[in-house]
């Protein structure tokens, strides 16, 4: 009897063990979560750096101790590490969908960040952080939204008078972490400078322009001269428009300067614009943009117009 029980009992630290080595969700997973971060050997103010991170590095984490994570990296460097710098699987893997969503839409505009830049998984200040991009950082971006925030103050409740909520605007932008990895998320919108074309800067004192397009090249003596198609608003931030005025600007080779080939404001346009630019070697110069607008009674207007050397024509469909 004796003997049976021990082997029950070996049977039942061997079927254990083997449950703890197989189980799926045995070892927990986490990712890095800033450009950087350091492994260390241990936690005390006397320490070594084992290894060094980058956004987007899988961890296993074998213990959780306050503000610090016991972590093994995937070439078996075990150590600690802050937790700030870390994310869940569940949110590396919206950020990963994120990502695929944005790779089909095409670029509007381009930016530099004007300082530290939270990266967000949707837009506002409430949305999950997933990255900051450092200041200087160039990004594409590609699509934009409003949400609001609103600031608490002191005695706002003693009153019971809410603040009003700010409309702001947010840019899901596309970036580079560290050399290779890339970042894709919403930012704050005034955070970004705009890197426009020449041309543009010209013109952006009267139009903040928010999307642009080179549509054709005119060739002159001393090379191309791009034609452009700029998309703007006037305003401040936080409107429901995406744009509310189309200009396209063209080189007058005459008097060798720019000129505004083509205007039409009072829009409430979406983005994105869909742009087909002239082809190689075309001497007409032909091209065409799209883009959807708010009607008459608020319901989508589809609208669609051709370039033809330096004349911009609105295509009509009955």
Same mark, same amino acid.
């Given at each position: 009897m004796r003997k049976a029980f021990l082997g029950i009992g070996v049977v039942a630290v061997a079927?254990?063990?083997?449950?703890?080595?197989?189980?799926?969700?045995?070892? $927990?997973?986490?990712?890095?979560?800033?450009?950087?971060?350091?492994?260390?050997?241990r936690l005390a103010v006397v320490r070594e750096p084992l290894? $060094?991170?980058?956004?987007? &590095?899988?961890?296993?984490?074998?213990?959780?101790?306050? &503000?610090?994570?016991?972590?093994?990296?995937?070439?078996? %460097?075990?150590?600690?590490? $802050?937790?700030?710098?870390?994310?869940p699987p569940e949110t590396w893997q919206r950020a990963a969908a994120l990502r695929d969503e944005a790779a089909k839409l095409a670029v509007q505009a381009s930016g530099?960040?004007?300082v530290r830049t939270n990266v967000r998984l949707e837009p506002g200040r409430a949305g999950t952080q997933i990255f900051q991009f450092l200041a200087?950082?160039?990004?594409?971006?590609?699509?934009?939204? %409003?949400?609001?925030?609103?600031?608490?103050?002191?005695?706002?409740?003693?009153?019971?008078?809410?603040?009003?909520?700010?409309?702001?605007?947010?840019?899901?932008?596309?970036?580079?972490?560290?050399?290779?990895? &890339?970042v894709t998320g919403w930012v704050l919108?005034?955070?970004l400078a705009p890197d426009y074309p020449q041309v543009l800067r010209d013109y952006a004192g009267v139009n903040r322009f928010v999307a642009w397009f080179r549509l054709a090249d005119s060739q002159t003596e001393d090379g191309p001269r791009p034609t452009w198609l700029a998309a703007g608003v006037s305003g401040p931030e936080g409107q429901a428009c995406d744009f509310t005025l189309l200009r396209v600007y063209t080189w007058n080779a005459k008097r060798a300067r720019y000129e505004t080939a083509f205007v039409e404001s009072n829009l409430c346009g979406k983005l994105p614009l869909r742009v087909s630019p002239a082809a190689q070697g075309d001497a007409q110069g032909r091209a065409s943009f799209a883009f959807t607008a708010a009607g008459r009674r608020g319901e989508d207007e589809p609208r669609e117009y051709t370039l033809r050397q330096n004349i911009v024509r609105r295509v009509r469909k009955n």
């Open positions: 079927a254990a063990g083997l449950w703890l080595a197989t189980r799926g969700g045995a070892v $927990e997973h986490a990712y890095v979560i800033t450009p950087k971060a350091a492994v260390w050997s290894a $060094e991170l980058q956004y987007g &590095e899988r961890l296993d984490v074998l213990e959780r101790r306050t &503000e610090h994570a016991h972590v093994r990296t995937k070439d078996g %460097v075990t150590g600690w590490i $802050e937790l700030r710098h870390l994310m530099t960040t004007k200087d950082t160039k990004v594409e971006i590609v699509a934009r939204r %409003v949400a609001e925030w609103t600031q608490a103050r002191a005695g706002d409740d003693e009153d019971g008078a809410a603040p009003p909520a700010r409309k702001e605007d947010w840019l899901l932008v596309r970036g580079v972490a560290g050399d290779t990895r &890339e919108g005034r955070f």
